[in-house]
């Protein structure tokens, strides 16, 4: 299952947008800290911060933060497995990569979600930060996961979802669609678009039952959701 339709606003096909979504990353790399941080009124690497501690992550653990982008998880994840552990983070953007490097992610693999390079059963954790919407296929992608994982191993996603009211989704279609693609604008055209291509993704994507039933057919046991400030979605389940 795909998580949102083609955007044929955006490209004609899978081959197009998997190149297109690329690219807006690299172009935007060096920007999207900024851009994010002052969409989330500052509060987003706090809030990935706090999910971490949520989900148990302690001392030794083997993380593999998927979609890592700038590596804040990544970097975060690290703090808390310390020496002992050991923080993966993974990503197809070479410029996504670089700034992760900058930030002192080390270990860092140029990669996709939907064919990771790493043996059975390597993690402990899999996270995955506000990315599900960029794959090819979800229960591909959480079978690759389940893999990866030794058994009882967890993954963590991190997503937004649009609020169940009308008026709370009015309301974050004109913050998240239209001025946050405006105020981007100052950093370029590439970041507007992806902006613009982020919330268009959101309203699209599938609805939460249907992320936790693809979880479950990729091998998942006990797939959870659970919803912040309206908005914010924090799926977690235990590896079979
Ligand atoms: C919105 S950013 C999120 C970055 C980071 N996880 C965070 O929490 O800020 C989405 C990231 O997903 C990456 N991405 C796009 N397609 C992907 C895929 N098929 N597999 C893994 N990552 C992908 C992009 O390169 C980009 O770095």
Same mark, same amino acid.
């Given at each position: ?30 920007? =999207?800290?900024?851009?994010?941080? &002052?969409?989330?009124? /500052?509060?987003?690497?706090? @809030? %990935? +911060?706090?999910?971490l501690?949520?989900?148990?992550l302690g001392a030794g653990a083997r993380v593999l933060d ?8 990544a970097h975060a994840a690290g703090e808390r497995a310390g020496d002992t552990g050991r923080v993966v ?16 992610v080390a270990r ?14 390597s993690f402990d954790l899999?996270?995955?930060? =506000?990315?599900?919407?960029?794959? &090819?296929?979800?229960? /591909?992608?959480?079978?690759? @996961? %389940? +893999? ?93």
């Amino acid at each position: 299952m795909r998580p949102h339709p083609l955007l044929e606003r955006y490209y004609p096909d899978e081959p197009t947008r998997v190149r297109r979504v690329r690219r807006w990353f690299d172009a935007t790399a060096p920007a =999207y800290d900024r851009i994010t941080q &002052a969409m989330s009124l /500052g509060s987003g690497h706090w @809030f %990935r +911060r706090r999910t971490l501690a949520r989900a148990g992550l302690g001392a030794g653990a083997r993380v593999l933060d998927v979609a890592c982008g700038t590596g804040v998880l990544a970097h975060a994840a690290g703090e808390r497995a310390g020496d002992t552990g050991r923080v993966v983070g993974l990503d197809p953007s070479a410029g996504m990569l670089a700034v992760a490097r900058t930030r002192g992610v080390a270990r860092l693999v140029q990669a996709t979600a939907e064919a990771i390079p790493f043996a059975d059963g390597s993690f402990d954790l899999v996270t995955m930060g =506000y990315a599900l919407r960029h794959v &090819a296929d979800l229960e /591909g992608t959480f079978r690759e @996961f %389940r +893999r990866i994982l030794r058994p009882g191993g967890r993954v963590l996603i991190l997503e937004i979802t649009p609020p169940a009211s009308r008026a709370g989704r009015a309301l974050l279609r004109f913050y998240m669609g239209r001025l946050v693609p405006a105020l981007a604008r100052l950093d370029g055209a590439q970041a507007s678009e992806l902006m613009a291509y982020y919330w268009d993704t959101i309203e699209q994507c599938v609805p939460p039952a249907s992320i936790l039933a693809a979880l479950a057919a990729g091998g998942f046991a006990a797939p959870s959701r659970r919803v912040e400030v309206a908005v914010f979605s924090e799926y977690q389940a235990t590896a079979a």
